[in-house]
């Protein structure tokens, strides 16, 4: 069986305040991917990232960046230099290389004041 | 289309009626999945279909739900009987192949409320 645990469930910062969005999983399969999703106000998901489980290389996208730990089944989205925009609820999602369906996790709602 | 388009947007209904919600995925997309999201919940999967194969009904919360995918594209999600614990937003996606690890692309949901 598969689980996703975003421990977090609201953050609360100021604009320009670095924050992350933790996620950790299990799954007894050595093939895996892992997903970032954002989901604004507007209520549509959005894709943000995908990560396969073989590949631990730390990516960076403008003021966005994760951090792949298989060692701790961790998969953490960090935000820098937050802005009132970022504002949404943020999903990760684990699914393993036979699986037919996304595994997520119950989001994590983040609230950037200005 | 360009994207995932489900409708209605919102639906409003009186317990004990039927609804039908409906999805169209993106064009060549394989694998078309139904998720519901209870106010401030995360995503419940409900349903998958791939391809031509029989789908996957496993995480339909009761038989007064079922969906049907025709012709391999559009899909209608029907709740029969409804009740008040139903109202949510239901999510469809789809995706190209998710056995290659590709991402689903949703739609905007339907926003379905049971008074």
């Known amino acids: 069986a598969q689980k996703v645990t975003q421990a977090q469930t609201e953050i609360s910062v100021v604009e320009k305040e670095d924050v992350t969005l933790d996620c950790v999983y299990e799954t007894r399969d050595t093939t895996y991917y892992l997903f970032w999703y954002k989901q604004p106000p507007s209520g549509e998901l959005v894709f943000l990232i995908r990560?396969?489980?073989?590949?631990?290389q730390n990516e960076i996208s403008g003021r966005y960046s994760w951090n792949f730990q298989k060692s701790t089944s961790s998969f953490n989205f960090t935000i820098t230099a937050s802005q009132v925009v970022d504002s949404a609820v943020y999903f990760c999602?684990?699914?393993?290389?036979?699986?037919?369906?996304?595994?997520f996790g119950g989001g994590t709602r983040l609230m950037v004041k200005p | 289309g360009a994207g995932v388009s489900q409708s209605p947007s919102n639906k409003v209904t009186e317990k004990g009626k039927d609804v039908e919600l409906r999805c169209d995925p993106i064009?060549?997309?394989?694998?078309l999945y139904w998720y519901r999201q209870s106010l401030g919940q995360g995503l419940e999967f409900l349903i998958y279909?791939?391809?031509?194969?029989?789908?996957?009904k496993s995480g339909l919360p009761s038989d007064r739900f079922s969906a049907e995918r025709t012709g391999g594209s559009v899909s209608t999600l029907t709740i029969q009987r409804t009740q008040q614990e139903d109202s949510a937003v239901y999510l469809c996606?789809?995706?190209?192949?998710?056995?290659?690890?590709?991402?689903?692309?949703f739609g905007s949901g339907t926003r379905l409320t049971v008074v």
């Open positions: 064009s060549g997309h394989t694998a």
């Open positions: 990560r396969n489980s073989f590949d631990e």
């Open positions: 996606a789809s995706s190209q192949d998710i056995l290659a690890g590709y991402g689903y692309t």
């Open positions: 999602a684990l699914i393993n290389n036979a699986g037919n369906m996304l595994t």
């Open positions: 279909f791939q391809g031509n194969s029989a789908p996957d």
